[in-house]
């Protein structure tokens, strides 16, 4: 999936192409007159600093979008930070002059937005987890990465990939990095992608260099493949469909 338009701010004027997440069809377009704002009272006291600048001032947001596709017309309720962007353009009859942008960030979508392909056989354990993390994707990126971890766990076991082992009588489990290990060889171009989700999931569950939006979209991209190879076969049928071309030499009929 293109996630370039979940680069963000928003603008009231240009709010990016996001797609629908109830029927991918459409784009989310703004509610005219939904979008509120107001200046935060820390922000509010700043103006009082001798050195305070318009591009200080903080606001909270809230406002409504509707899909463009008449047939479904989903509403999704976003909230999230905003600042002011000033800017000088050239002005044809006065020169250099300047002007600003209210800019928005959400933080929050709510039903969240989808932000990767998920195969339509995915289990729904794995696919519930993937909803939480496109949830979380703009507050708390680490959280996000969190429920890419769980969502592959999810997949493991609708693989068949033990959870526990027993031990001198007793039920241990059998941590992430070993299930991967466990998938059969068919399996062997997706454990280091697998393994890539984990070390990113883990990223977002210990101290230490926070991840980041960017660190998430790679593991979705990560998934999103994996997912396709496990429940679509995607790469599988092309091969077998080159295979029988090649034997033919030839068109197939
Ligand atoms: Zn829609």
């Known amino acids: ?109 709510n039903p969240p937005l989808v932000l990767m392909d998920i195969p ?37 076991t609708n693989l068949g990939i033990k959870r526990f082992v027993l031990s001198n009588g007793k039920r241990r489990p059998v941590n992430l990095h070993q299930r991967i290990q466990l998938l059969p060889p068919k399996y062997d171009d997706l454990k280091e992608m697998l393994l890539a989700v984990k070390w990113l999931g883990n990223a977002g569950s210990h101290d230490g260099d926070k991840p980041n939006a960017g660190d998430v979209r790679t593991t979705y991209d990560l998934l999103e493949h994996a997912l396709s190879e496990i429940y679509e076969a995607k790469g599988k049928k092309l091969k077998a469909i080159a295979k029988k071309v090649n034997k033919k030499k030839g068109p197939l009929k």
């Open 120 to 156: 339509k056989n995915c289990p729904p354990e794995a696919a519930a987890h993937l909803t939480e993390s496109f949830a979380l994707f703009f507050a708390d990126p680490g959280a996000a990465l969190n429920c890419t971890r769980a969502a592959v766990e999810a997949v493991l």
């Open 1 to 109: 999936m293109d996630r370039t338009s979940f680069h963000l701010p928003f603008t009231e004027q240009h709010v990016p192409k996001w797609p629908c997440p109830k029927c991918g069809v459409g784009h989310l377009a703004l509610v005219p007159k939904t979008l509120v704002h107001k200046e935060t009272p820390e922000s509010l006291r700043e103006h009082e600093h001798e050195a305070w600048e318009p591009d200080w001032i903080r606001y909270v947001f809230s406002c409504v979008f509707e899909c463009t596709n008449a047939d479904c017309k989903e509403v999704v309720a976003c909230c999230g930070e905003g600042r002011v962007d000033f800017f000088e353009y050239e002005d044809e009859e006065h020169g250099w002059a300047q002007s600003s942008d209210d800019r928005f960030t959400p933080k929050y979508f």
